[in-house]
Nanobody, 126 residues
Framework: QVQLVESGGGLVQAGGSLRLSCAASGGTFTLYNMGWFRQGPGKDREFVGAVTWTGRSTYYADSVKGRFTISRDNAKNTVYLQMNRLKPEDTAVYYC???????????????????WGQGTQVTVSS
């Protein structure tokens, strides 16, 4: 059983940056690809991006490509989401999730992710 805890959310002005962290415990971190999802007010949860268990490959939704960067530190059992040039439409609860490494990171399927964090709120003001 893997536990995931996100942190780093908050209020930021449009154009600003935030870095979210997701700390994993209770399992072998390197068995999992890690994904980030978000759910804005009144919206369905959507895929943001993912990173392979090695950290060598990443994949992003078009809406965040070029602005967001996912990385991981396997020694610290932590995955990061660096968010730059934030826009009001990035306002959402952000979730990290773990998927077995056999799943491709570009699949975007929530069903591939076995473990989820509780989420952290990001609010971008205009």
């Amino acid at each position: 059983q893997v536990q995931l805890v996100e942190s780093g959310g908050g209020l930021v002005q449009a154009g600003g940056s935030l870095r979210l962290s997701c700390a994993a415990s209770g399992g072998t971190f390197t068995l999992y690809n890690m994904g980030w999802f978000r759910q804005g007010p009144g919206k369905d949860r959507e895929f943001v991006g993912a990173v392979t268990w090695t950290g060598r490959s990443t994949y992003y939704a078009d809406s965040v490509k070029g602005r967001f960067t996912i990385s991981r530190d396997n020694a610290k059992n932590t995955v990061y989401l660096q968010m730059n040039r934030l826009k009001p439409e990035d306002t959402a609860v952000y979730y990290c999730a773990a998927a077995q490494s056999r799943y491709a990171i570009n699949s975007r399927e929530e069903g591939n992710y076995d473990y989820w964090g509780q989420g952290t709120q990001v609010t971008v003001s205009s």
